[in-house]
């Protein structure tokens, strides 16, 4: 068992909405690391990323993309550099978000170091929505809608990068958004056009999580690859987790999303994790960073019968 790394991002310029940014605290609160030390894992808390100042980073001509300056120069940039360092001394690296604009360093570092050791990293993509858009197409201009779109090498976005050259994009092959049911129409179309594997609610109401995510799970095996989970609340129902700014009814139930991590522990492929968008100002007495503590747990081992009875009376 490597050892686990907590590194929380409070960003939320990426949603322009406030809130995101007391992600990390809440996700503390929740007891997240005792949870996995429970399990027997080794934690450790690496307290939050620095940030630069957003006059460090060079003037960046990227018109449809907001609070550009705030969203690179502080957390993109760092956070990349951090993520790689995280997977290279061969700590699983939890990111505690935070709004989903931090996977744009998350998962570009974590695929830097996975391309030098030679192995496939895949991305799975829990969320209601693609963020596929780029500052072209992107109706909001809000960066947290682009993340992934930055991770697969989109050419758009690339200058956002330090070393754009220097990246290792996770092709489209290699990413599944799973539990989508709100995509922009150019955005389904670019999707589309670069192949995405998009598993959508309907998708999973008509063939289970087991059958997909054993789908996915087998490709990844297949090539002896490794894989980055991109955990987003919405991708819960908002009945199980409100707090979070960009609800989307008809999402995963409590269950459906603890079988897609339980799958995730079997199969022992997950190398590093994001958890984000969780917004306490709009949670309900902390139902929704307990959610996300748990499933992140059931990833790392918890099973159904080890799980403690939760009072929200």
């Not at 360093?105 to 799975?124: K, N």
């Not at 002896?224 to 009945?239: K, R, T």
């Amino acid at each position: 068992m490597r050892p686990i790394a907590l590194l929380g991002v409070p960003i939320e310029a990426g949603t322009g909405r406030k809130g995101a940014a007391m992600g990390p605290a809440a996700l503390r609160v929740a007891e997240l690391g005792a949870r996995l030390e429970a399990l027997g894992w080794q934690v450790s808390d690496r307290g939050d990323v620095r940030p630069l100042a957003p006059q460090q980073v060079e003037t960046l001509d990227l018109p449809g993309a907001a609070y550009l300056p705030e969203v690179v120069a502080a957390w993109v940039r760092p956070l990349h550099d951090a993520a790689y360092d995280l997977a290279r001394e061969g700590a699983i690296p939890i990111f505690l978000g935070g709004d989903h604009s931090l996977s744009m360093g998350s998962v570009t570092g974590v695929a830097r170091h996975w391309a030098e050791e030679g192995r496939p990293l895949f991305v799975l993509w829990l969320d209601a929505h693609a963020d596929f858009n780029t500052p072209a197409i992107s109706p909001s201009g809000n960066l947290h809608g682009m993340s992934l779109a930055l991770a697969s090498g989109e050419a758009e976005l690339l200058p956002m990068m330090t070393r754009p050259a220097a990246l290792a994009p996770v092709p489209a092959e290699r990413i599944c958004v799973f539990g989508a049911r709100s995509i922009d129409p150019e955005e389904r179309n670019l999707l589309r056009r670069r192949g995405v594997t998009v598993n959508d609610m309907r998708q999973i109401d008509e063939n289970g999580v087991s059958l997909l995510m054993r789908d996915f799970i087998r490709k990844v095996n297949d090539i002896n690859g490794v894989l980055h989970v991109s955990l987003d609340v919405d991708f819960l129902d908002p009945a199980v987790a409100p707090g979070v700014g960009t609800t989307v009814p008809g999402g995963a139930t409590y269950r459906e999303a603890h079988l897609v991590m339980e799958l995730l522990e079997d199969a022992g492929i997950t190398v590093s994790l994001d958890v984000v968008e969780l917004n306490p100002f709009l949670d309900e007495r902390g139902r929704s960073a307990i959610a996300l503590a748990e499933l992140v747990a059931s990833l790392f081992g918890q099973d159904v019968m080890d799980r403690p009875t939760q009072a929200f009376a």
